[in-house]
């Protein structure tokens, strides 16, 4: 079985500041993991997705993710936090799950706080 | 302009009384999924469809039906909603869900109130 788990449901930031968000997986076999975000009133867009080609994956809006088979992490990192980075987001990890699904099974989510 | 496409935003509505929550995307995508997301729990998914006439049933079906007549529509379907399913409802699509790397495309989201 596969699950996604987020460390921190809320992260608070200083604007300028890194950004960590984490996003820890189990999976028997190697998954493929996406980061999503989702703005206040809106549904969730793609920040970034790993898909075995790399495993520093460059996003959207200066968002970066590595990915560690070693210890079975995605974290979401940017070097300096924006106001508009304030929003929710959302780690998922999918692999097939023997059938058509391919399940994407979502983290419950890190709320992002930027303070001036 | 590519997207997925739910109607209603908001809906309010009582113990009983059947609803219908509308999806549409123009993409031409093969893949479309419902979830609900509540407080503390993140995403569940409710029931998904790999194309015209092929659904499934996700996480948690319980209380909901679907529909695939069309390829660009997706209904998700209340018979008889209760307050256990007062929650934020969402459409996604993707253009071959069997491609590992085709990401979902999600709706704004509908917020559904069952008193």
């Known amino acids: 079985a596969q699950s996604v788990t987020q460390l921190g449901s809320h992260v608070s930031v200083s604007e300028g500041a890194l950004v960590l968000l984490r996003c820890n997986y189990s999976?028997?076999?190697?998954?493929?993991l996406f980061w999503y975000v989702q703005y206040p009133n809106q549904g969730l867009q793609l920040l970034l997705k790993y898909t075995s080609a790399a495993t520093l994956v460059k996003g959207i809006n200066g968002f970066e993710a590595e990915f560690k088979k070693s210890e079975t992490s995605f974290h979401l990192t940017k070097p300096s936090a924006h106001m508009s980075d304030a929003a929710e987001y959302f780690c998922a990890v999918r692999l097939n799950s023997g059938g058509s699904n391919y399940k994407l099974t979502f983290g419950k989510g890190t709320l992002l706080t930027v303070n001036p | 302009e590519a997207q997925v496409t739910q109607n209603p935003r908001y809906l309010i509505t009582v113990t009983g009384k059947k609803l219908t929550v509308t999806c549409s995307q123009n993409m031409n995508h093969e893949y479309m999924s419902w979830y609900r997301q509540d407080p503390g729990l993140g995403l569940r998914q409710i029931y998904y469809?790999?194309?015209?006439?092929?659904?499934d049933k996700g996480d948690v079906p319980e209380g909901y039906k679907v529909s695939r007549k069309e390829k660009r529509n997706f209904p998700l379907i209340l018979e008889s909603p209760s307050p256990n399913q007062t929650s934020l409802y969402f459409c996604a699509s993707s253009l071959n869900w069997e491609r590992s790397n085709s990401p979902l495309h999600f709706g704004n989201g509908t917020r559904l109130t069952v008193t």
């Open positions: 999976s028997s076999v190697p998954p493929y």
């Open positions: 469809s790999m194309n015209v006439e092929v659904t």
